[in-house]
């Protein structure tokens, strides 16, 4: 018995969807058609996880006959609409919760630091407040990162399983936090304006950078979150950061050409945004810490929502070069 057989009768015995196993393996729906048709054989690392699966050994999944074998009532999975099997929904919203954070830790110490410039010394303990919001911002950002990486790796190919009430839900929210995330950091930005007759400028800083770290936060997790149910964007992301090889074994050599161009320019805004905020965090540093008016110091936060916007019409112009090319 050969093993597209074997493979056909352990995925129709479950009833179980070309891309439900493709999602299971970390591979596309077109991966397993051709396996199934015999016109490709997966690797060693995917044969394991194949026999992972289905509970059966190497030896009877490549050379056995399997087209007896008989799943176990639970095994078998119920026609129903698609349904999230690999855990993305839930490896979503926990990376929008640890990212959004880690946006407001990053704001909120240099927030910190500000408050700490005006209890103490103007040059005794500054830095302080600023390191432990980066600290504090990395600690969430990195590991959420390198998690996401590797969801990515074991997980190039999602089956769209939201529903349209799903994204009217996500529509909603988003334009609710949206509203909140702004209005919260105007609204502060205008009360420590009207308090800057009362408290110090140091004071007044910091309430303005605690609004706008708050808000920040909000935002980015609201975005994340809405942005996490386009399926489709999430697949061509993901194969757009393999390699020429890993994308000719996903997507065929016919596509491999026009994803790896999208990857190329990927990379170039990638670089591209990396260059701009490194230059805008330089800004902001000096701006905090070198001998400057204190009407341009308190100032020094703009440095990253205007390199934030540079990246955006970086990443417009990227994608307007990757819709041409298409």
């Given at each position: 018995?050969?093993?597209r057989?074997?493979?056909?009768?352990?995925?129709?015995?479950?009833?179980?969807?070309?891309?439900?196993?493709?999602m299971?393996?970390?591979?596309?729906?077109?991966?397993?058609?051709?396996w199934?048709?015999?016109?490709?054989?997966?690797?060693?690392?995917?044969?394991i996880?194949?026999?992972?699966?289905?509970?059966?050994?190497?030896?009877?999944?490549?050379?056995?006959?399997l087209?007896?074998?008989?799943?176990?009532?639970?095994?078998?999975?119920?026609?129903?609409?698609?349904?999230?099997i690999?855990?993305?929904?839930?490896?979503?919203?926990?990376f929008?919760?640890?990212?959004?954070?880690?946006?407001?830790?990053f704001?909120?110490?240099?927030?910190?630091?500000?408050l700490?410039?005006?209890?103490?010394?103007?040059?005794?303990?500054?830095?302080?407040?600023?390191?432990?919001?980066?600290?504090?911002?990395?600690?969430?950002?990195?590991?959420?990162?390198?998690?996401?990486?590797?969801?990515?790796?074991?997980?190039?190919?999602?089956?769209?399983?939201y529903?349209?009430?799903?994204?009217?839900?996500?529509?909603?929210?988003?334009?609710?936090?949206?509203?909140?995330?702004?209005?919260?950091?105007?609204?502060?930005?205008?009360?420590?304006?009207?308090?800057?007759q009362f408290?110090?400028?140091?004071?007044?800083?910091?309430?303005?950078?605690?609004?706008?770290g708050?808000?920040?936060?909000?935002?980015?997790?609201?975005?994340?979150?809405?942005?996490?149910?386009?399926?489709?964007?999430?697949?061509?992301?993901?194969?757009?950061?393999?390699?020429?090889?890993?994308?000719?074994?996903?997507?065929?050599?016919?596509s491999?050409?026009?994803?790896?161009?999208?990857?190329?320019?990927?990379?170039?805004?990638?670089?591209?945004?990396?260059?701009?905020?490194?230059?805008?965090?330089?800004?902001?540093?000096?701006l905090?810490?070198?001998?400057v008016?204190?009407?341009?110091?308190?100032?020094?936060?703009?440095?990253?929502?205007?390199?934030?916007?540079?990246?955006?019409?970086v990443?417009?112009?990227?994608?307007?070069?990757k819709?041409?090319?298409?």
């Open positions: 018995m050969s093993f057989e074997n493979l056909q009768h352990l995925r129709s015995a479950r009833n179980m969807t070309q891309e439900q196993l493709a299971l393996i970390g591979v596309s729906r077109q991966s397993v058609t051709k199934e048709a015999a016109r490709a054989y997966p690797e060693m690392d995917k044969l996880k194949i026999c992972d699966i289905f509970g059966c050994s190497l030896d009877d999944l490549v050379t056995g006959d087209t007896d074998a008989v799943p176990s009532p639970g095994e078998i999975l119920e026609d129903a609409p698609a349904t999230d690999c855990g993305y929904d839930t490896h979503m919203r926990s929008a919760v640890r990212i959004g954070a880690g946006t407001s830790c704001i909120l110490g240099a927030a910190l630091s500000i700490l410039s005006a209890i103490f010394a103007e040059d005794a303990v500054p830095p302080i407040g600023l390191l432990i919001g980066i600290l504090a911002g990395l600690a969430l950002v990195v590991p959420a990162a390198m998690e996401h990486s590797l969801f990515q790796r074991e997980h190039p190919f999602i089956t769209d399983f529903t349209p009430a799903d994204r009217a839900r996500s529509a909603k929210r988003l334009a609710y936090v949206l509203i909140l995330g702004i209005g919260l950091i105007l609204v502060v930005t205008m009360c420590a304006d009207l308090c800057s408290l110090a400028e140091n004071f007044v800083g910091a309430i303005e950078l605690t609004g706008i708050c808000g920040a936060g909000m935002l980015t997790w609201a975005g994340i979150m809405h942005n996490r149910l386009n399926i489709e964007s999430y697949n061509r992301s993901v194969a757009e950061d393999l390699d020429r090889k890993e994308i000719e074994k996903i997507y065929g050599t016919d491999s050409e026009a994803v790896l161009y999208r990857a190329r320019m990927n990379q170039l805004a990638g670089m591209l945004c990396g260059a701009i905020m490194i230059v805008a965090t330089i800004i902001g540093l000096c905090l810490f070198l001998p008016p204190p009407a341009i110091s308190s100032r020094f936060w703009l440095s990253w929502p205007i390199g934030g916007c540079l990246c955006g019409l990443g417009t112009a990227i994608a307007y070069m819709y041409r090319h298409s």
